[in-house]
């Protein structure tokens, strides 16, 4: 008996710790502390200090978020930066126009004097992370309820932000750690002027688009490029023609060898959010509840978008970012509902739950404490789980009916004036104005008025009346059934659909024309829903949120003291973080096992003739059949993307995957279709990154492209010729 017992704690802990291996978005400042062991281990060359050091340039000098929304690497010392194409996107966009259409011919500056300037863009570096835990939580006590704590939290910040030590153009911030059990500064150096160097076309950028999207095998060549320019003293500096090209610390070497299966990969980069330390309750909630309704709405937006987008090359240019945002988290959700059932996610965190309780339940120290934490959380969530459906329900349909959206802009500007007078009004205008006018350069009327039809019916249909305001419900019901007509009668009387008369109305008579605004149908129809939505959901939502989040902190606290063989590393919160794993395919089903590369003849096999998802230029087709592929070819093959078994999340995109040596050899953009639930439970057999090679990106850029000057620019090596 006892045999067994030791024998059963064995597994578990080999369940807990070892099959975990690859699992983990670490801090880079506590690599040597945790990692480097194990990364060593796994096949890492450099040391720790060589990924993460303050007192010299290493890796992280090289490493910049990308906008706030993805990831990006120095690649030369003149600042030439690399991303995904689906992160430069909205700048390529941005350039595009029907006569010069770069989302679908690509672009290409021949010298720095064409390459593009983007207003609003930037990149940020990691000068230095400290923890701050100690600072943060001076004077907080358990006893407290959460506004007294986080105002506690908040004073402590603040003194703490006038002693940071600085640079007059540095900044910083500090974020919280383990649902707000450790405090972390991060000092940073952001740059402005960051412009568009080259991109490839959509057709291999994006090649395959969505039905290729979060799934393996891939055959995309998903990367852009950008230089950061900075004043003639090298700091960051906004916008300026006599700006120029950024050196910076640190910037990646390139190896031209590629990787093998069970080489040693790592992705270095800002990921943007997971929830791995979730109960098994909220797990189900959100399998059964919440990505099922999102999947639904969206299914419909979707529709209509794209039944539009077909016959439209305007709308098609317009809506193809919003169209590409919206599908993505659509389809992301289908695989992780998949992949959660599949590796039996709920009942894995139940396991887990037993012994974490059973361990409690042992001693009277932790019992006391922890004892009802568990039953605490799934009572909780519970409660919480109408509130949310609704408040996804909110969002993703009034969230998403873009006339709403107008509402919001113009309540802003109209409120300055309501409160604070004329003169904050006529200040505040010319970037009201400014925002307005890009937003409608996106904005179809006729999209609008359609998906208006298609959610609303689904906003009243699907929901339980109590969460409705009354007045609205009867209005909905009075066209029984009939939402073309009811779009109709609210898109035909409102002007927030029409540019023309808001901007113009804005220039004549701004004070006359917020005035009408008031009076707006669909100002008045945003209202209703708003404040049904603000009386019956959000404050309740609020409310148990809040509970959620202490018992969550609780929570988290309380597997750190007890599941003492588990190694913890925080939820991603879009701030600096080190995955490592090594190259290796997956077995994705029964029967369906899946190699870790893919080549150019991979492409050729899907071209399909003037597809709009698999059409293959014709320059491409040509360097293929030559098999001209320069140095960047492998044993006369061209490869294009692999996996590896690197924990990674969105806000990963445009990340550098580095081998064993600290060399750039590929970019990281996705993952496989059954690993997206990596976000809540990642499992070593599925989950896995997806990357496209560096030579792919290299052998465009120079082959293709015949963008030489830009490869003259970067450091190529060949670490297997060491
Ligand atoms: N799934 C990847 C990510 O989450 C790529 C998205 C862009 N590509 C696309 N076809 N929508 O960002
Ligand atoms: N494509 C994602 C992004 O934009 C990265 C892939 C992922 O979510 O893992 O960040």
Redo the contacts with the bound molecule.
């Keep these: 008996m006892k045999k067994i017992k030791i024998l059963f704690t064995a597994i578990l802990i080999v369940l807990f710790t070892a099959a975990r291996a690859d699992e983990g978005m670490w801090l880079p400042l506590l690599l040597e502390k945790l990692n480097e062991k194990q990364m060593k281990s796994l096949g890492m060359k450099i040391s720790a200090s060589d990924i993460y050091n303050i007192n010299k340039g290493s890796l992280k000098d090289a490493i910049v978020s990308f906008g706030g929304f993805c990831t990006g690497e120095v690649i030369s010392s003149q600042g030439l930066v690399l991303t ?1 194409h ?1 992160c430069g996107f909205d700048a390529i966009q941005n350039h595009s126009t029907l006569e010069h259409n770069y989302i679908r011919d690509g672009f290409w500056s021949r010298n720095n004097g064409e390459e593009l300037p983007n207003a609003g863009l930037f990149v940020t570096f990691i000068v230095r992370i400290e923890d701050v835990s100690t600072q943060a939580l001076a004077g907080v006590s358990s006893s407290m309820s959460e506004s007294e704590r986080q105002s506690q939290i908040d004073k402590n910040l603040n003194q703490l932000k006038t002693t940071v030590k600085k640079e007059s153009y540095q900044d910083s911030f500090v974020r919280g750690f383990f649902e707000g059990n450790q405090y972390y500064l991060f000092v940073t150096e952001t740059y402005k002027d960051v412009r568009l160097v080259g991109a490839p076309p959509s057709a291999i950028g ?1 090649f395959g ?2 039905t ?3 799934s393996w095998p891939r055959h995309t060549g ?1 990367f852009s490029m950008f230089r950061i320019y900075c004043g003639k003293d090298g700091k960051p500096a906004d916008y300026s023609p006599d700006n120029v090209p950024f050196t910076p610390k640190k910037s990646l070497s390139i190896s031209l060898d590629g990787v093998k299966e069970g080489d040693f990969t790592m992705v270095f980069g800002f990921p943007g959010r997971t929830t791995e330390y979730l109960p098994s309750p909220a797990v189900d909630q959100i399998m059964r509840v919440n990505d099922p309704a999102k999947i639904s709405i969206r299914d419909k937006a979707l529709g209509v978008i794209d039944g539009f987008m077909r016959k439209d090359e305007q709308i098609k240019i317009q809506y193809a970012a919003k169209y ?1 945002g919206i ?2 988290a659509f389809k ?1 959700w289908q695989g992780e509902v998949l992949g959660l059932n599949r590796t039996d996610g709920v009942g894995k965190k139940k396991t887990y739950e037993t012994e974490f309780q059973k361990r409690v339940d042992a001693d009277p120290k932790w019992k006391a404490v922890y004892g009802s934490l568990l039953s605490d959380l799934s009572a909780l969530y519970k409660e919480f789980e109408p509130y949310a459906l609704h408040r996804d329900y909110f969002n993703e349909i009034v969230g998403r009916i873009e006339i709403f959206g107008v509402y919001t802009q113009l309540n802003k500007l109209a409120t300055i004036r309501e409160k604070n007078g004329p003169e904050a009004f006529q200040k505040a205008l010319p970037a009201a104005k400014g925002a307005l006018s890009d937003f409608y350069k996106e904005y179809s009327p006729v999209v609008d008025r359609k998906l208006f039809e298609v959610l609303m019916k689904k906003f009243v249909e699907d929901q339980d009346p109590k969460f409705l305001d009354a007045g609205f419900l009867a209005k909905a019901k009075s066209y029984n059934g009939d939402y073309a007509k009811f779009a109709a009668e609210i898109y035909d009387s409102s002007a927030l659909d029409e540019s023309a008369r808001i901007l113009t109305g804005l220039d004549k008579d701004a004070d006359l024309f917020i005035q009408l605004f008031r009076v707006d149908p669909a100002v008045k129809l945003y209202t209703q829903l708003a404040g049904a939505f603000n009386s019956t959901v959000v404050k309740k939502l609020n409310e148990l949120q809040s509970k959620i989040n202490q018992l969550q902190r609780t929570y988290m606290q309380a597997q750190m003291d007890v599941m003492k063989e588990r190694k913890f590393y925080p939820d991603a919160n879009s701030t600096l973080r080190v995955a490592y794993g090594n190259v290796k395919g997956y077995k994705a089903r029964d029967a369906v096992e899946y190699t870790y590369y893919t080549y150019l003849d991979g492409v050729m096999e899907k071209y399909k003739p003037g597809d709009y998802e698999f059409d293959v230029p014709e320059k491409l087709r040509t360097l293929y059949a030559n098999k001209d592929y320069g140095q960047y070819g492998a044993a006369g093959k061209m490869p294009v993307c692999f996996i590896a078994a690197n924990h990674t999340t ?1 806000g990963n ?1 445009g990340s550098p995957a580095l081998d064993a040596y600290g060399n750039l050899v590929g970019l990281n ?3 496989v279709w059954e690993g997206t639930m990596s976000d809540i439970n990642y499992d070593p057999s599925i989950c896995r990154n997806i990357m496209v090679d560096i030579r792919y990106v290299l052998f465009i850029i120079d082959k293709y492209a015949g963008a030489t000057r830009l490869v003259k620019e970067m450091k190529l090596v060949h670490p297997r010729k060491k």
């Design positions: 995904n689906h994006n688009k969505d290729d999207n979060w998903d590409a599908q993505n992301k969105g995109s953009f996705d993952r």
